[in-house]
């Protein structure tokens, strides 16, 4: 029988919100805003345990073989800074 996970996303004002799915049915959230001409972004893995508690899950470089979605969010989040810092953004 498989795993069914289950995620609330609410989109902030004034924030772009983009997901990615990740290892295991995981997801991988960026929200992305620009402030003084400049993005801005948060990334993060959300969680909802015991289906009530709201958790986002920071991007690890060294996640452990049990949260590979945290590794491969780090990935990601650094491929997308390297992009921001290529057009100088």
Do not use: N
Not at 7 to 19: A, M, N, Q, S, V
Not at 29 to 41: A, I, R
Not at 57 to 65: G, L, N, T, W
């Amino acid at each position: 029988m498989g795993h069914t996970l289950v995620f609330k996303l609410r989109e902030l004002p004034d924030h772009f919100t983009f997901y990615k799915e990740a290892a295991g049915g995981s997801l991988i959230v960026f929200e992305v805003t620009t402030m003084s001409g400049k993005v801005q972004y948060t990334g993060y893995c959300p969680l909802l345990l015991f289906g009530i508690w709201e958790r986002k899950v920071s991007f690890k470089a060294d996640a452990s073989m049990l949260a590979p979605y945290r590794k491969e969010g780090f990935e990601v989040a650094q491929r997308f800074k390297r992009m921001l810092e290529e057009r100088g953004l």
